[in-house]
């Protein structure tokens, strides 16, 4: 049972190289108007009363550079800084076997995500534990097609209205997103997200919606859009 009041912990992976920015640096520490790319969702998750603690997981060879960050900007809530591993799924699980056994809600949001909100955390949260598991999104708006191996088109989907871009953070009860990664483990199985693995134990999430803003920063045009966002933002 859960409390009135769950403790709710982020795992937050961030361990990514960032090869396609095409810059010789890990991408969560990449500079975004002069603060670490990682930093802005951290400073999101500290300022959330919804929030107890935060698991951070990087690049083993980056984890002294994460305490510094950590200590300028004052992140108390980060209680624990993992080496990741090989790939995110990877990470993930070396972030959830350092939980607290007082938690009850994991979330598991994307250090290359900077534009989260902290109304964005509290739906995710208050979705997760009514539902167990839940993630945030976006509806399709543009024409599906699926096409062959040699790129022509095959077909056109035509109720798009079911297709949604999934983002995170994404929420679960504790001991199902853990059960999900163990399983996932045991069976050698790779997913693209944390909620297929948590379908893969029979479980559906509940999706909400996400924030447009709410993007990931993969390519040099989204560094683009990102200082747009930013721009906008300002007072």
């Known amino acids: 049972m859960l409390r009135p009041d769950p403790y709710v912990t982020v795992v937050v992976p961030a361990a990514g190289k960032g090869k396609r920015l095409d810059y010789q640096l890990n991408k969560p520490f990449f500079l975004l108007e002069g603060k670490p790319l990682l930093t802005y ?4 998750l500290e300022a959330s009363s919804f929030i107890d603690d935060i698991i951070l997981v990087v690049e083993e060879s980056r984890i002294s550079e994460a305490r510094r960050l950590v200590r300028k900007y004052r992140i108390s809530k980060v209680k624990e800084i993992v080496a990741g591993g090989k790939s995110r799924q990877d990470s993930v699980a070396l972030g959830l076997k350092r939980i607290n056994s007082l938690c009850d809600l994991i979330l598991i949001h994307d250090g290359a995500r900077p534009f989260l909100t902290k ?20 509806p399709i708006s ?13 077909s056109t989907i035509k109720n798009r209205g079911s297709f949604w871009r999934v983002q995170t953070p994404q929420g679960f009860r504790a001991s199902i997103i853990q059960k999900a990664y163990f399983r996932a483990k045991k069976d ?14 029979g479980i559906s999430a509940k999706i909400i919606k996400g924030d447009p803003c709410n993007i990931k920063i993969t390519t040099k045009n989204d560094l683009l859009l990102a200082r747009a966002i930013l721009k906008m933002r300002q007072p």
């Open 188 to 201: 050698h199985f790779l997913g693209t997200d944390s909620a297929s693995l948590v379908e893969r134990i």
């Open 142 to 154: 543009d024409t599906i097609k699926e096409v062959r191996g040699s790129f022509f088109i095959k």
């Open 119 to 138: 109304g964005l955390i509290r739906r995710i949260t208050l979705a997760a534990k009514r539902y167990k598991a839940a993630v945030v999104g976006l």
């Open 41 to 44: 969702s951290l400073l999101t």
